[in-house]
């Protein structure tokens, strides 16, 4: 597909879990003429949440603007649409993914996105849940992250390391990329 052609287009669909939703989004994709080139799905209590990146020319973007209402509406879904253009990697200077886990307590994650913010770190990907162990309820967290070029990486996790210990959660660090 030549470069200037190339449209982008970001897919959230929000609604109950029943078999054939995903099938049903897809095919509509599909039908549309556009590729899917990311996506994530989670079910969260009852709800299912899917998010995708669409790439097509323009008239096949527009087909799917078009058509993604109409088709949400009929299996109860919540859709919202917008279109994007590709994310540039080449300011970052680095990859990484960090996963912590610890007692569950309350603002943990929030202090950990605000310190990530505070370093103008970019937050790709986040996964957070909890669960029981030990009658005692833990959280676990992992976050994939591209850092600004100009971070001092080994200072960032020095720092970190304080933090962590502040707030009592054990945690690995791995560059990805």
Known sequence: MAE??????????????????????????SDCNCNITDSRIAILGNELTFIMLLCGDMAAISRVEHTLPATGMELGLLTMMKRTSSHNAEQYGGGYNLEYHGVDTPGTLSQVTGYFAEYGISICSLKSDTFDKEEQAYMRCELEFNVPQELDIDAFKVSFEALSQRLEIDYIFRRIR
């Not at 200037?4 to 095919?27: C, F, H, N, R, Y």
């Open 4 to 29: 200037l052609a190339k449209q982008q287009l970001v897919i959230t669909a929000i609604g109950e879990d029943q078999p054939g939703v995903v099938s049903a989004l897809t095919q509509l994709v």
